[in-house]
T-cell receptor, first 114, second 112 residues
Framework: DARVTQTPRHKVTEMGQEVTMRCQPI?????VFWYRQTMMQGLELLAY????????DSGMPKDRFSAEMPDATLATLKIQPSEPRDSAVYFC????????????FGPGTRLTVL | SQKIEQNSEALNIQEGKTATLTCNYT??????LQWYRQDPGRGPVFLLL?????KEKRKERLKVTFDTTLKQSLFHITASQPADSATYLC???????????FGAGTRLAVHP
């Protein structure tokens, strides 16, 4: 059954290190979203793509975060350099802008920056 | 700026009763509103969508209402079961391309 996959599921790193999170959207979905979830801020949209083109990354700190879709089966979110305040769960979601506009979420990457 | 409010405190109810969760929003007129369920350690799962021209939507034991005058959506689970215990998030369309803004969620605990 089709699912969004994310790797790694957990990542512990030290401040200043580069972190790369990967997402494989559901085959055929043409919109991909990156979210960050924390207890304080809830679920926040960082960036989203349609047909691999970045449409909006206004939710992302531009100086350290970058999001790309090298191909239709892979989306990446990179943080360089990482900071303790980046500790959160990062979710990728994919969908089709038809019908109920349902977004399918991956299991998330839990990032801890020490 | 756009703001979504959901009951911040957990809702505790007895099995078999109807759970009612509230989602209020300000400074926006969304074309649709969605409800998601999130279990601990997992990503949100879509439950229902209701559009601005719909008053009510049902799916099995779930019912959602949408009052664009009050800027409020109510989410009901009838005949609740312990398996319904989770956090429920409402999300509003931000205009185009499935872009959503999520509420903080309400934790529901259904006790046997």
């Amino acid at each position: 059954d089709a699912r969004v996959t994310q790797t790694p599921r957990h990542k512990v790193t030290e401040m200043g290190q580069e972190v790369t999170m990967r997402c494989q959207p559901i085959l055929g979905h043409n919109t991909v979203f990156w979210y960050r979830q924390t207890m304080m801020q809830g679920l926040e949209l960082l960036a989203y793509f349609r047909n691999r083109a970045p449409l909006d990354d206004s939710g992302m700190p531009k100086d350290r975060f970058s999001a790309e879709m090298p191909d239709a089966t892979l989306a990446t979110l990179k943080i360089q350099p990482s900071e303790p305040r980046d500790s959160a769960v990062y979710f990728c979601a994919s969908g089709l802008p038809v019908g109920d506009n349902e977004q399918f979420f991956g299991p998330g990457t839990r990032l801890t920056v020490l | 700026s756009q703001k979504i409010e959901q009951n911040s405190e957990a809702l505790n109810i007895q099995e078999g009763k109807t759970a009612t969760l509230t989602c209020n929003y300000t400074n926006y007129s969304p074309a649709y509103l969605q409800w998601y369920r999130q279990d601990p350690g997992r990503g949100p799962v879509f439950l229902l969508l209701i559009r601005e021209n719909e008053k009510e939507k049902r799916k099995e034991r779930l019912k959602v209402t949408f009052d664009t005058t009050l800027k409020q959506s109510l989410f009901h689970i009838t005949a609740s079961q312990p398996a319904d215990s989770a956090t429920y998030l409402c999300a509003l369309d931000r205009g185009g391309y499935n872009k959503l803004i999520f509420g903080a969620g309400t934790r529901l605990a259904v006790h046997p």
